[in-house]
């Protein structure tokens, strides 16, 4: 590898500017489409404007035109450009856009140098989440309450641990998602969840005594559950998850 494909980085250099193209073998259709998504999202290739011809598409990927026209399709179906018949392709607006395509959110993610995206996601997961809480508790059955139980257990074991405890905050979310039954609820906080996590911005640096505090949460969410209290569990969960998402959030700088 260049030292020129090293430096490549997603979303750190303009799709057309670089002097070379991005070519792995096996990955050649997977890497067009990538570039192509950061481009449109980034607002390098806005909204109304035509992404360019074939040829020179083909030429700057160093691929065939029939990988590029495959490209393109695959991201026509994402919802961020149309085929117009003698007008070119288009980009569309963002409203238009699949945003829980997994391309496409990772691409908004790893982009959002104002973390709003990530700000959004906050709400959306608060939302359903505190949904799916609420269901849990009004339905939850014995076998259930012991499976959260035990997860928050598993919590309080971990809580030194900030790779285990992670995953074990991770387990617990997703049980109470499960136990819900509102799978399409489910679905998306996956999705939106699983995106997230590939942000270091998402993550943060948490310290222990932000673990204590994501413990206290937890078992909050849990109390409520086994009071049987939907409104309780509802207000919790929506708590925690605003309130945990401040605590990871890094303030933004301005550039002067």
Known sequence: MSEAQTEAVPGSRSFLGAADARTPAARLGVAVVHDLVNAIVTGEIAA????????????HFGVSRT???ESVKRIEEKGLVTVVQGRGTQ???STSWNIL?????????????????????AVVRGALEGSMSAETARTR?????????LALEHMHETVSDGEAFSQADVDFHFLVMTFSGNRLAENITRILFQRALESARFSGTPTGAAFQLTLEEHRRVLEAIERGDSAGAEEAMRRHIADAWQRRRLPI???V
């Open 91 to 93: 980009v569309q607006p």
């Open 141 to 149: 059955s014995d076998d259930e309450l012991q499976q959260l139980r």
């Open 48 to 59: 109304g404007e035509s992404l360019p011809p074939e040829v020179p598409l083909s030429q």
């Open 101 to 121: 395509d997994p391309v496409v959110l990772s691409a908004l993610v790893e982009n959002d140098d104002s973390v709003g995206v990530l700000d959004e996601l």
């Open 253 to 255: 700088h301005k550039k």
């Open 67 to 69: 990988v590029i026209r």
